[in-house]
């Protein structure tokens, strides 16, 4: 019936594309010939969820990074870069257009954080795309104890920004540990600490993680209720008491515990017609 009907696949554009016919009666054909023009439409990207584990420490992820499982069906393939659209609540990011990325999660931040990007070909970008990494305790544990003429040096995983206490026992039956002093904030994955041994024949030690103490940053008076502010650790629970006066023998316990999720945690306590009432804040254990 004389209809042509072809479909140019990625292959055929752009370009020039000549075509010809024959139309016959039977007994006698000629034949024609016409040029059909396909001209490039450029294709998005398609990019893929990624997933990364890190263990509160910093993660390094080289080139192509994000962009390893992202695709580009142009022909020929277009060269993908990243493009950060929201950055991570946790933590903080640098993230390339090569598609490499560094993220440093919070002190003391555990669970689950995302940032989400873009691949661009240069012309069109992706859908956008979620990168999420999960972050655990880093367990840290004694590496290493060596001895050099009678002082010892401890090293241990550590995690920046922490504070840790060495302690020692010269006999495991004996009832308390010693403090080798000074506490030691960590500025590396690794922290060491010398101690003076002598001719004790052996010593055991162990490492601990100094908790900081909370800090009652403001107190506000609203309407007869006390708004209570402090310094905490993710996830660290804390419990608020009071006195209504400093010579009293006990303080009264703010029911429940609160778990902290940031550098602050903040609840309220009524006051009432109390004419003075003093607060404290607990880490619990």
């Known amino acids: 019936n004389g209809v042509i009907t072809w479909t140019p696949g990625e292959a055929q554009g752009p370009s020039t594309n000549t ?9 006698l054909s000629a034949t024609n010939s016409f040029e059909v023009v396909v001209t490039e439409v450029n294709e998005a990207p398609v990019a893929t969820n990624d997933i990364y584990a890190v263990s509160n420490s910093t993660l390094t992820v080289v ?12 022909l020929p393939t277009n060269t993908l870069t990243a493009v950060l659209v929201s950055g991570p609540a946790n933590g903080t990011l640098t993230l390339s257009s090569n598609g490499g990325f560094v993220y440093t999660p919070n002190l003391n931040f555990t669970g689950l954080d995302t940032f989400t990007y873009r691949a661009s070909d240069g012309l069109t970008n992706s859908e956008i795309t979620t990168v999420s990494m999960t972050v655990s305790n880093r367990p840290f544990i004694i590496t290493s104890v060596t001895l050099n003429s009678g002082i010892a040096t401890v090293t241990w ?14 006999s495991l039956a004996a009832a308390n540990w010693s403090d080798a002093t000074p506490e030691v904030t960590a500025t590396n994955i690794s922290t060491s600490l010398t101690n003076f041994v002598g001719n004790n024949p052996q010593r055991f030690y162990r490492v601990q993680i100094v908790e900081p103490t909370p800090t009652i940053l403001s107190l506000q008076l609203v309407d007869g209720a006390a708004i209570i502010t402090w310094s905490s650790v993710t996830p660290r629970d804390y419990r608020l008491q009071y006195k209504t006066n400093l010579t009293d023998l006990s303080w009264v316990e703010v029911l429940p515990s609160i778990t902290a999720i940031g550098p602050t945690t903040a609840t309220t306590n009524v006051v009432g017609s109390a004419s003075q009432r003093f607060f404290r804040v607990r880490l619990m254990p």
């Open 63 to 74: 080139a192509p990074g994000v962009l390893a499982n992202d695709s580009d069906s142009d």
């Open 19 to 27: 075509i010809t016919t024959v139309v016959s009666d039977g007994a």
């Open 157 to 170: 995983n550590s995690q920046t920004g922490l504070t840790y206490r060495v302690q020692y026992k010269d």
